[in-house]
């Protein structure tokens, strides 16, 4: 573990000189990606401050057990050594788990889309609720919340919206939520009083950055439209809203949100570059083998991840088999106790399958 911790200070240290180098700073993409290393590599470091600090108090307190005759002393190195044992275990897991490499995109800013799935007008309702549940998740993490685009239900609700969320970690937080919710109640449209099963669509996209994804212009089609819904006296009388198509995938972005037709095409190409970048993405998690196979990734957007049991008032997670009795507080924005306890099993495992090494 020391051994470790001092490779780390020596990348910290020579990170910390890189960063103030002219040719760096003039590279924006190494810029920000040793910007990125830097910050995760002071948490280790900090932490292995700590934890060098109980060694050496340790080391300090069995000297004076050896040599000490005081009483009073024995008895304060005593203490010393009980509480630095009672500190060292919990601060050597923390470590452990903080030297696991990151994910890279963990610290990616996301665009969300929720689809209606089946179940009809009730499906669109259901994906009403999940946006408003997102929302307020993260509004109480003090994340930055901007609607993109919406197609709404004809009852309620939407049949698409699409959202981008800014903040620390946001994608290392919301990954987890990607793949198909379930709700179980009695819709408002039935009369008989019949419990029905509905579903969304839930995906999360780590948000691209120019430097991740080019996109060629002369490869995308701009279409302008009047925006519908909404959203003033601007509505159906200028061509505000923006939809880009491009061409050699056949993916399709759009935004109305705006007024402007500038600021329009902005989001609408935050979202295609994010699209795109997910289907990269999408390849790279296809290919290895050990995120395949990991019950909590979210490469798989068509399985079945959450079931929202109204009659029982239970929320279930199938990947990790957690029933949590909360529902109402669950989709009043209450999420992340599921997503606790989603990070708790995928660190177990990233531990596991380090070896136990550190």
Known sequence: MVEKLQIVQQRYDEVADLIIQPDIIADQKRYIQLNREYKDLSVIVEKGKVYTLLLSNAKEAEQLLKEEKDEEMIAMAKMEL????????????????????????????????????????????????????YTKYCQAKHWQVSFV??????????????????????????????????????????????VHTSA????????????DIDIDMNEVRVDYFCSSGPGGQSV????????????????????????????????ALKVLRSRLYEMELSKKLASDAEKRMSLVSS?????????????????????????????????????????????????????KAAGEVL
């Open 82 to 133: 009980e509480s630095v044992q009672s500190q060292l275990p919990q601060l050597e897991e923390e470590i452990k788990l903080l030297l696991i490499p990151k994910d890279p995109e963990d610290a990616k800013n996301v665009v969300v889309e929720i689809r209606a799935g089946t179940g009809g007008d009730e499906a669109s309702i259901f994906a009403g609720d999940l946006y408003r549940m």
């Open 149 to 194: 685009d919406a197609s709404e239900g004809t009852a309620g609700g939407f049949k698409e919206v699409i959202f981008e969320v800014s903040g620390e970690d946001v994608y290392g937080t919301l990954k987890y939520e990607s793949g198909v919710h379930r709700v179980q109640r009695v819709p408002q449209t039935e009369t008989q009083g019949r």
């Open 200 to 211: 969304a669509t839930v995906m999360v996209l780590p948000e691209a950055e120019e430097f």
């Open 236 to 267: 159906n009388t200028t061509y505000s809203a923006v939809r880009l198509t491009h061409e050699p995938t056949g993916i399709v972005a759009q935004c109305q949100d705006q007024k402007s037709q500038h600021k329009n095409k902005d989001k």
């Open 299 to 351: 490469g798989d957007r068509s399985a079945k991840i959450r079931t929202y049991n109204y009659p029982q008032g239970r929320v279930t997670d199938h990947r990790i088999g957690l029933t949590l009795y909360d529902l109402p507080n669950i989709v009043n924005g209450d999420v992340q106790r599921l997503i606790d306890e989603l990070q708790l099993h995928q660190n177990t495992s990233k531990l």
